[in-house]
């Protein structure tokens, strides 16, 4: 890649994401309120694609090797109310308001435990 082309990515008005070899995209998702961290995931095109048409989260599942829409079996929804990009476009950071919880677990957040003493604590114990 250029210089220009780099300073254009970097500085310039164009959304150009920056998929990975494999396509891919790390998307970190925030509450849009609290500004909690809720989960990581990744999108392919297809997902930014789906996600900025309908202003609901849709991801790529790698386990799946598909796209999908969170909380599509679930009902808990992201409904999404900014995407911004880091510098060089290569990850994203969406904030959201979640219906329901994010986490497949049940959980607010995928982030409900913390590393403590070498352990791992669950957050409220």
């Given at each position: 890649m250029s210089s220009r082309e780099t300073a254009l990515r970097e500085q310039g008005p164009a959304f150009l994401p920056?998929?990975?070899?494999?396509?891919?995209?790390?998307?970190?998702?925030?509450?849009?309120r609290s500004g909690e961290v809720?989960?990581?995931?990744?999108m392919d095109e297809a997902a930014l694609?789906?996600?900025?048409?309908?202003?609901?989260?849709?991801?790529?599942?790698?386990?799946?090797?598909r796209l999908w829409k969170k909380?599509?079996?679930?009902?808990?929804?992201?409904?999404?109310?900014?995407i911004r990009t880091d510098?060089?476009?290569?990850?994203?950071?969406?904030?959201?308001?979640?219906?329901?919880?994010?986490?497949?677990?049940?959980a607010r957040s995928c982030f409900y435990r913390r590393l403590e003493s070498g352990g791992l604590v669950r957050d409220g114990t």
């Open positions: 920056k998929f990975d070899a494999a396509g891919l995209l790390t998307a970190v998702v925030v509450d849009s809720l989960m990581v995931a990744y694609a789906a996600t900025l048409e309908t202003g609901f989260a849709h991801f790529h599942s790698r386990s799946r090797g909380g599509e079996s679930s009902g808990h929804v992201l409904s999404v109310d900014e510098c060089d476009q290569d990850a994203l950071v969406l904030r959201a308001t979640p219906a329901g919880p994010t986490c497949h677990t049940g």
